[in-house]
């Protein structure tokens, strides 16, 4: 009972913090889309009309993570969003009811650990006991301590948290408030071009992460047709990405212009083709998911986990039947 009170204690943050899409009619779906460039994918399937001509009655609300989309879906206030693998694996391990119903793409190359520009670090090793910059429990969390700080010899310890959402790390670093962090694009490249900050790596050759599509088990009981629709404009948001790069960063560039992210059609073109679609709940995401379980499990961040393998909170069969009947390959 206490694991489900802080959940919900969570997302009554979100409430009041974000703009939530409230309960509407029954046949009204709920979707948030990621303000970092994994929830591109929704704001051209909006902007592009792919919803509509398939018929789905829809809201979209923007979030500036995605534990909050997870945390709004426990709450029933959202029916479908991204999160990190990594929220989603502590969510389940700990009794929440979110279903994971999809993939929304591969993400390593488009994640990178930056600096001040005027920093004289060269790697990591030159920045032991800076304050990182980074959101605690997220996917990017996990992988800094998983991944990257093992294969430099360093533990967490080494690194002081300063615990932020990705769109005010950039700040933060301009600020002074950290000396490094992890950022996703676009807002990275953003920063990089107006001479803020600077690339050292991306997480490619330490981890292959991915962010997880998740859906409301409750809407999915009762309007699973929202979802088939969802997922056939969503996939052809993927195709647009795919076979018209320019088309896709030319109205993506218009949207994050809107939301007050300075940005170029050039510069959102160089980053859009950082994301690979990867859709699929297949045995390598659940084998993935397994031993993210275990890492949590030793970092102490949960006491057990489940078998993703057998899971009843993984079913990615609305988006295989979507992907099918379209022709998506």
């Known amino acids: 009972m206490k694991r489900f009170i802080g959940f919900a204690l969570a997302a009554a943050f979100v409430v009041g913090t974000f703009v939530v899409v409230a309960p509407a009619e029954s046949a009204t779906l709920r979707i948030g889309a990621h303000r970092s460039m994994w929830g591109s994918f929704e704001i051209i399937a909006d902007r592009m009309g792919y919803w509509k001509k398939e018929g789905l009655k829809y809201k979209v609300g923007h979030f500036k993570q995605g534990k909050l989309m997870r945390n709004a879906i426990i709450q029933n206030n959202l029916d479908t969003g991204t999160t990190g693998f990594s929220p989603f694996t502590t969510a389940i391990s700990k009794g929440a009811r979110v279903m994971a119903i999809g993939v929304t793409a591969n993400i390593c190359e488009a994640i990178n650990i930056i600096v001040p520009v005027n920093s004289k670090a060269k790697s990591l090793k030159d920045l032991k006991g800076s304050v990182f910059a980074n959101k605690k429990g997220t996917s990017t969390d996990f992988s800094f301590q998983a991944f ?179 022709g998506f390959n």
Request: net charge positive; proline share 5%.
């Open 148 to 326: 990257v700080l093992p294969a430099y010899g360093m533990k967490s310890s080494d690194f002081p948290l300063l615990s932020v959402r990705a769109t005010e790390r950039i700040a933060a670093l301009i600020s002074g408030a950290a000396q490094a962090g992890m950022v996703g694009e676009p807002q990275g490249e953003i920063a990089r071009e107006a001479g803020y900050v600077r690339y050292l790596e991306d997480l490619c050759k330490y981890d292959n992460p991915s962010m997880m599509h998740v859906g409301n088990p409750q809407t999915i009981k009762k309007h699973p047709d929202l979802f088939y629709k969802y997922f056939r404009g969503w996939l052809k948001a993927h195709q647009l990405l795919k076979n018209d790069p320019k088309k896709y960063a030319k109205v993506y560039t218009k949207a994050l212009l809107e939301v007050g992210d300075k940005a170029k059609e050039s510069t959102t073109l160089k980053v859009v083709k950082k994301i690979k679609s990867e859709l699929f709940l297949s045995d390598r995401v659940k084998n993935y998911l397994n031993k993210m379980g275990d890492k949590q499990v030793e970092f102490g961040w949960i006491k057990s986990r489940p078998d993703f393998r057998k899971s009843p909170w993984l079913d990615d069969s609305i988006l295989r039947k979507a992907a099918k009947d379209i």
